[in-house]
Each structure stands twice: as structure tokens, then as C-alpha cells.
């Protein structure tokens, strides 16, 4: 069955997406969005169909020598980010399709490690300028206030949390950044799983959470 989303990606993300020009982590946390969102798919191939347009209209350019064999050795060593979901999220499992590809199955496969309160975090292997990490956290339990020096994503994959903007449910996405101080709080019924990207540390307003997140990479 498909999730009600309510919250979905903004019009900057998809452009650099279809532009390829976001980090992996970022790259990696919109494709599972699309995986399980219709309308969002849909604006990502209007995106895709303009961006086909311009360099179709654009014209040839010079290359200097070797510019092909360069292009496909870089290709060669980036690694992929799946656009599609084989099945939706509850079918063979809570993880979509391209978060699947990175852990190499469904949850019983991701490698946990806790950080406090009852809440267990996995990092996933991605490029240097952002983080990606799944998130385990019990029903009921928040996450400490906080802030952003930069950009984070977080993606909802199973139960829902809440914070000062909204509640945020199965495959709803929220889009953080400097302007945003919240104390997310996983709902009640349900421990809440979540992806997030993230590329800068988060700004945490407690000496100790500030100590630690040396420690936990956060």
C-alpha cells in the first residue's frame, strides 16, 4: 500500500538531483523518497525532461582530448543510487529498494549501534560531504534539542515523529536547516525508523551532547 505523504522534496533538491550534482548521502536519501512517492517521481521527470531540453537546444562544444575516457572512468568509480523501489516499503520489507542496496538486505541486516536513550543509529558507507545513517528510535523517546550548521534530510520509513513544524509519517521527508531548533519526538505505537543526511554537525544547545557527538558522529 502506498503512504499518505504529506511532506515531500523541494523544487532545489530535485533540480540537483536530476542535475546530479548533490552529495551521495543526499543522492541516496531522495531516491528512496521518489521509491515510495508518486508525486515526487512525477516532478522528477518533468525535471529530467527540461534538463533533456536545454542540453538537447544547447548545442556542441569543444572537449579537450581523452574528455570520453575520463568521463567513463568517473563513472566507473561512482557508485550507484537506484531511482526505483522493486517493491513498496512493507511489501518485502521496512527499507526501500536504493537504502536496501547500501545495507545489503532489510533491517535484519543493518549493523545498529546505540547512542543513548534507547536509540541505535547504523552509518552508511557514502562520499565525504554528507553523512547518511539509518535511525532506531523507541516509541516515545525524543531525540535532545538541537539545531543545524547546515542542510539535513530526514526521511520517515516506519512510525512517525513529531516536532515544533508538524508530524511527520511513512515517507514523509523533512528539510532542516540553520533556521530550524527542534526536539523531534518519536511517536507513540510504533519505535520510529528514519534516514537522515546530513552535511555539517548538528548544533546541540547541551554541554554533554556537544561532548559525545565527537564520539557518535552526529
Keep these: 500500500m502506498t503512504p499518505e505523504i504529506r511532506h515531500h522534496?523541494?523544487?532545489?533538491?530535485?533540480?540537483?538531483?536530476?542535475?546530479?550534482?548533490?552529495?551521495?548521502?543526499?543522492?541516496?536519501?531522495?531516491?528512496?523518497?521518489?521509491?515510495?512517492?508518486?508525486?515526487?517521481?512525477?516532478?522528477?521527470?518533468?525535471?529530467?525532461?527540461?534538463?533533456?531540453?536545454?542540453?538537447?537546444?544547447?548545442g556542441a562544444a569543444d572537449m579537450p582530448g581523452g574528455s570520453f575516457a575520463a568521463c567513463l572512468a568517473r563513472a566507473r568509480a561512482t557508485p550507484m543510487v537506484a531511482t526505483s523501489n522493486p517493491a513498496p516499503p512493507g511489501v518485502n520489507g521496512v527499507l526501500p529498494g536504493p537504502i536496501r542496496d547500501y545495507v545489503g538486505g532489510d533491517l535484519d541486516a543493518v549493523r545498529w549501534r546505540p547512542v543513548g536513550m534507547g536509540v541505535r543509529q547504523a552509518i552508511l558507507r557514502t562520499d565525504k560531504r554528507a553523512t547518511a545513517r539509518l535511525l532506531h528510535i523507541p516509541a516515545g523517546t525524543s531525540i535532545p534539542d538541537h539545531g543545524h550548521h547546515g542542510t539535513e534530510l530526514t526521511l520517515v520509513l516506519q512510525g512517525a515523529f513529531l516536532d515544533a513544524t508538524d508530524r511527520f509519517g511513512l515517507g514523509d521527508i523533512e528539510v532542516a536547516n540553520e533556521d530550524l531548533d527542534h526536539t523531534p519526538v518519536a511517536d507513540i505505537g510504533v519505535d520510529c525508523i528514519c534516514l537522515t543526511a546530513s552535511d555539517a554537525p548538528l548544533r546541540f544547545h547541551k554541554l554533554g551532547y556537544r561532548i559525545a557527538q565527537r564520539f557518535l558522529r552526529i
Excluded at 19 to 42: K, N, Q, Y
Aim: net charge negative; with cysteine; charged share 20%.
Design 9 to 58: 522534496l523541494t523544487d532545489a533538491l530535485l533540480m540537483a538531483y536530476a542535475a546530479g550534482s548533490l552529495p551521495e548521502a543526499f543522492s541516496l536519501t531522495v531516491a528512496a523518497h521518489i521509491s515510495m512517492c508518486d508525486e515526487c517521481r512525477a516532478r522528477l521527470g518533468a525535471y529530467d525532461a527540461i534538463g533533456g531540453a536545454l542540453i538537447e537546444d544547447g
